[in-house]
């Protein structure tokens, strides 16, 4: 029998790489065959990079032109749930990384089973939307995720499986060199959600500060979700901005960086897959130390005011010793290691139920 699995594309493009691998995986398989369905020709063409051997079938979804649209300015996605309901019905059980699918729960005829494949593996309260509840099956990176989704209700010990990170396994080697000078490389990652992140608000103030810090390289990539704040330009050849590239979320600047600096974007955890030193900035000067939402702020200096960064990056590689098992034990709660590749892991946690729902 041969089982059919749609995976939705219809976010921005950094939530591509947390399905990619168990997609690619399943689609080796004889018994499987792999629908993707997107939104965006450049969402089309992003996912046929990593799929040189064409094993998935990559189905365009019709979209609102109001707007040209891409990787990471995807159309609404409730218009086009909307519009392709009948057609993304034709597939008995539908995988996703966002929460705005659950609303085809609610249309008439609608039968297909929905899988949740929770992307990221952050600490900030907005990781756990009540939509969860709805999903058949919600697959998490770590146990912190499936406890936290158990205590607020949004799933069960039968219904929330463990499978790690797929997303490691895309990583590609480094090609080209971001910076003329070589230099220890900062990465300053702030969120896009307002409450908690750093850029609206201060972004403009950090970079004058890096420009003052000669002996370092900058890399200041917000979230690609972050659309508003500053128009943050420099001249400063030790200062790469990057409002929204690939390499803003395939890991290349998570990989080259000594050092991070955030406030609460997930990406720490991508970071800390190798230990290394961590500066968040509490700029708004948040009571954090018992707050679950800045739990990983413990994982590394917190500072006040940006006056301080020089400093905090002078001391960080000796300061390090003192956070890595800290570190190294949030990291495994975040994203659970095995021996069983993550994408296997995804990929048989998906047939499983796949066959269930075709018995």
Not at 144 to 171: H, M, S, T
Request: with cysteine; net charge positive; proline share 6%.
């Amino acid at each position: 029998m041969i089982h059919e699995v749609a995976f939705l594309a219809i976010s921005q493009a950094h939530q591509f790489l947390h399905w990619l691998p168990a997609a690619l995986r399943l689609a080796a398989r004889d018994d499987v065959r792999v629908t993707v369905l997107v939104s965006t020709p450049d969402g089309g063409d992003f996912i046929r990079s990593y799929d040189p051997e064409n094993r998935l079938r990559i189905e365009q979804l019709s979209a609102p032109s109001l707007r040209r649209h891409g990787l990471f300015t995807p159309p609404l996605r409730w218009p086009v749930l909307l519009m392709n309901a009948k057609k993304i019905a034709r597939y008995p059980v539908i995988v996703t990384t966002e929460v705005t699918s659950s609303l085809l729960y609610r249309l008439p005829g609608f039968r297909s089973r929905m899988i949740h494949l929770k992307h990221g593996a952050g600490d900030r309260e907005g990781g756990y939307n009540p939509k969860h509840a709805s999903f058949d099956l919600t697959l998490v990176n770590g146990p912190k995720d499936k406890q936290r989704l158990v205590e607020r209700g949004l799933g069960n010990e039968d219904n929330i499986k463990v499978v790690g990170y797929g997303k490691f396994e895309l990583i590609r080697p480094a090609t080209e060199r971001l910076f003329i000078h070589d230099r220890p490389v900062a990465l300053y990652n702030p969120h896009f959600d307002e409450k908690v992140g750093t850029w609206i608000r201060h972004g403009r103030e950090v970079v004058k500060a890096m420009e003052k810090i000669a002996d370092w390289n900058f890399i200041v990539a917000p979230h690609v979700k972050l659309r508003r704040g500053p128009l943050v330009s420099t001249k400063a050849s030790n200062i790469l901005i990057d409002r929204g590239s690939v390499r803003s979320i395939d890991m290349t600047y998570t990989q080259a960086a000594d050092v991070y600096i955030g406030d609460a974007s997930s990406q720490i955890y991508e970071f800390i897959r190798t230990p290394r030193p961590c500066i968040f900035l509490n700029l708004d000067r948040i009571d954090w130390p018992a707050n679950p939402n800045y739990a990983h702020w413990h994982l590394g200096q917190v500072i006040e005011s940006v006056e301080k960064l020089p400093a905090a990056l002078a001391r960080a590689n000796e300061l390090q010793p003192q956070f890595e098992e800290a570190q190294r034990k949030m990291s495994a709660a975040s994203i659970e290691q095995s021996d069983v590749p993550a994408s296997e892991r995804q990929a048989q946690a998906i047939l499983e139920f796949a066959r269930r729902v075709d018995a």
